[in-house]
C-alpha cells in the first residue's frame, strides 16, 4: 500500500527545518507549490508541520521515555516521522492510535527499511494517546513550563526573570498555541464590510475582533491567500499588533516618511494607506533578496506612492530629512512564536544580545534622518528588555529625542509615556513593542 501523500510530503518540509535550518514557512512554501494536494490535504500538512515544530520538545519527552536508545542517534527521517507521530497523538483527535501507528510504520518503510519500520512500531504502540497520560515535570517549575509547552530553557528563564511566574506561564501556554489568521484590509480599494461579503462567496468567514479598523480575522473556510480577492489586491495577511506601528507613527498626507528596514513591506503599504495615498513613502531594506517581496506587495495593493529603495539602515544612501521614520527593527522575533514556532528552536542568548546593537544602532540613525520636530517610532515584535527598554533608554539617554504619546485610542497598549506593548497570552495579538519619540529642535 502506497504511504499516505501528506504525511510523506509533512516529513519532506520537517526535515528541511530539522536537518538543513530552513525556515518553516519557507519550507513548507516550497513543499505546497511542488505538490498537488486538495484544499482538505494542504490544511492536514500545515497542521503536522507547524504542530510538530510547536511542541518539538514535548514529543521528544515523551520519545525519550519510551524510546530505547538515544534520539540523536535515530536516522533523521525516522526521528522525524516519531516526532510527527507524537504530535498527532496529543494533539491531532481527528487521527485516531492505530492510524498513527500504521502511517508512521509505512513512512519508516519508504524512508528507512524493515528493521527501521519495527523499531518505530514498537516505540509508537508504547505512546501516549493523550497529554493526561504523559508523565511531566513537577507543574509550576520552570523544567515543566520548558517541556509542557516547549520552550528552549533559557528563554523560560529569562520570561520568569523578567515577568514573573504568572505571566511567564501565560507566554509560554501563549507560544504553544496557534495563531488566528488575520487581515489588513486595503481601504484604499475596498471596506471590512464588503471584504468580510466578498470573502463569504469564496466560502470564507471573516469577522472583526480587534478595535484596529483594518482588522479582520478569518473564523472558517479555506486560505484566503487563495482567493481572487487577495490577487486583486484587496487585503493582506499581518496580524494586528503588526498594524499599531503605521497608526502610532500617524503619517499624513503630504509627508515625506521612511520605512527603514522595510521588508516584506506590510508597514510600509499600511504607512501610505493611512495617509490616504498622498504621502511620499520611502521604503528601503538592506537584504536585495527581499526587495522583490516589497515591490510584489506595493504593486498588488496597488501603492505607487512607496519607493523602494535596498540600502543599509545604519549607513543609508541618502541625506534626505523626513517627517516620520518608522524603524521596525530586526528582533529575535519571540513575540511571533504562535506564528513562527521554529524561531524559539534559533534564536540564542547571544543573538538576542548583538540584536540589541544593531537595534540602537538603527533607532540613532533614524534620530539622524529625521527633521528636527519630526515623529519616531520603534517597534520590534519581542518582549525582551534588552532588545525594548534598554536600547530606548540607550537613545534617549543622547538627548536628541523624547517620548511622545500617540492617539488617544491607542491607550489600551499604553505602558509609559510614548510606550505601547501587546502580549501574545492576548488571543488575538502577537507580541509587539512600541516607542514614539519626538525629535528635540
Known amino acids: 500500500m502506497p504511504v499516505d501523500p501528506v504525511r510523506d510530503a509533512a516529513i519532506d518540509v520537517l526535515l528541511r527545518v530539522f536537518q538543513r535550518g530552513v525556515f518553516l514557512d519557507?519550507?513548507?512554501?516550497?513543499?505546497?507549490?511542488?505538490?498537488?494536494?486538495?484544499?482538505?490535504?494542504?490544511?492536514?500538512?500545515?497542521?503536522?508541520v507547524y504542530g510538530t515544530v510547536r511542541h518539538r520538545a514535548l514529543c521528544d519527552h515523551v520519545l525519550r521515555g519510551i524510546c530505547h536508545q538515544p534520539l540523536e542517534k535515530l536516522?533523521?527521517?525516522?526521528?522525524?516521522?516519531?516526532?510527527?507521530?507524537?504530535?498527532?497523538?496529543?494533539?491531532c483527535g481527528q487521527v485516531t492510535h492505530p492510524a498513527m501507528?500504521?502511517?508512521?510504520?509505512?513512512?519508516?518503510?519508504?524512508?528507512?527499511?524493515?528493521?527501521?519500520?519495527?523499531?518505530?512500531?514498537?516505540?509508537?504502540?508504547?505512546?501516549?494517546?493523550?497529554?493526561d497520560a504523559v508523565k511531566l515535570p513537577a507543574p509550576g517549575t520552570a523544567a515543566y513550563l520548558s517541556v509542557r509547552y516547549s520552550v528552549p530553557s533559557w528563554l523560560v528563564a529569562l520570561w520568569l526573570r523578567e515577568c514573573g511566574q504568572e505571566k511567564a506561564e501565560a507566554l509560554c501556554a501563549a507560544c504553544a498555541?496557534?495563531?488566528?489568521?488575520?487581515?489588513?484590509?486595503?481601504?484604499?480599494?475596498?471596506?471590512?464590510a464588503a471584504l468580510i461579503e466578498r470573502l463569504g462567496k469564496s466560502g470564507i468567514g471573516a469577522a472583526k475582533n480587534t478595535a484596529i479598523a483594518e482588522e479582520l480575522t478569518v473564523v472558517d473556510?479555506?486560505?484566503?491567500?487563495?482567493?481572487?480577492?487577495?490577487?486583486?489586491?484587496?487585503?493582506?495577511?499581518?496580524?494586528?499588533?503588526?498594524?499599531?506601528?503605521?497608526?502610532?507613527?500617524?503619517?499624513?498626507?503630504g509627508e515625506r516618511v521612511?520605512?527603514?528596514?522595510?521588508?516584506?513591506?506590510?508597514?510600509?503599504?499600511?504607512?501610505?494607506q493611512r495617509a490616504g495615498g498622498k504621502a511620499r513613502i520611502v521604503a528601503m531594506d538592506v537584504q536585495a533578496k527581499r526587495i522583490g517581496a516589497i515591490l510584489e506587495n506595493v504593486e498588488r495593493l496597488g501603492m505607487p506612492q512607496v519607493a523602494v529603495l535596498c540600502g543599509d539602515g545604519m549607513r543609508p544612501p541618502f541625506d534626505a530629512v523626513f517627517d516620520a521614520v518608522l524603524v521596525d527593527a530586526p528582533c529575535s522575533g519571540l513575540g511571533t512564536l504562535r506564528r513562527h514556532p521554529d524561531v524559539k528552536w534559533r534564536v540564542t542568548p547571544e543573538a538576542v544580545a548583538r540584536l540589541a546593537v544593531q537595534q540602537q544602532a538603527l533607532l540613532r540613525s533614524a534620530v539622524e534622518l529625521c527633521k528636527n520636530g519630526g515623529r519616531i517610532v520603534y517597534s520590534v515584535c519581542t518582549f525582551s528588555k534588552a532588545e525594548t527598554e534598554d536600547v530606548i533608554a540607550a537613545v534617549l539617554a543622547d538627548g536628541r529625542v523624547e517620548p511622545e504619546d500617540g492617539a488617544e485610542s491607542l491607550d489600551t497598549w499604553k505602558t509609559a509615556p510614548g510606550q505601547y506593548q501587546t502580549r501574545p497570552s492576548a488571543a488575538a495579538w502577537d507580541g509587539f513593542f512600541l516607542m514614539r519619540l519626538r525629535k528635540v529642535s
Open 101 to 131: 501507528v500504521h502511517t508512521a510504520v509505512d513512512l519508516a518503510k519508504r524512508r528507512g527499511h524493515a528493521g527501521t519500520a519495527r523499531l518505530v512500531n514498537a516505540i509508537l504502540r508504547r505512546a501516549p494517546q493523550s497529554l
Open 75 to 91: 536516522p533523521a527521517p525516522i526521528f522525524a516521522i516519531l516526532r510527527m507521530a507524537i504530535y498527532q497523538s496529543l494533539f
Open 26 to 48: 519557507v519550507s513548507l512554501d516550497k513543499t505546497l507549490r511542488r505538490k498537488k494536494l486538495s484544499e482538505r490535504g494542504r490544511r492536514f500538512l500545515t497542521q503536522l
Open 177 to 192: 498555541a496557534q495563531a488566528p489568521t488575520t487581515l489588513r484590509v486595503n481601504t484604499l480599494k475596498t471596506t471590512p
Open 258 to 272: 521612511l520605512d527603514l528596514c522595510a521588508a516584506p513591506g506590510g508597514k510600509a503599504t499600511h504607512l501610505a
Open 221 to 253: 473556510g479555506p486560505h484566503p491567500v487563495r482567493t481572487k480577492w487577495f490577487e486583486q489586491g484587496l487585503f493582506l495577511l499581518q496580524d494586528p499588533a503588526s498594524m499599531l506601528p503605521a497608526l502610532l507613527l500617524e503619517p499624513r498626507p
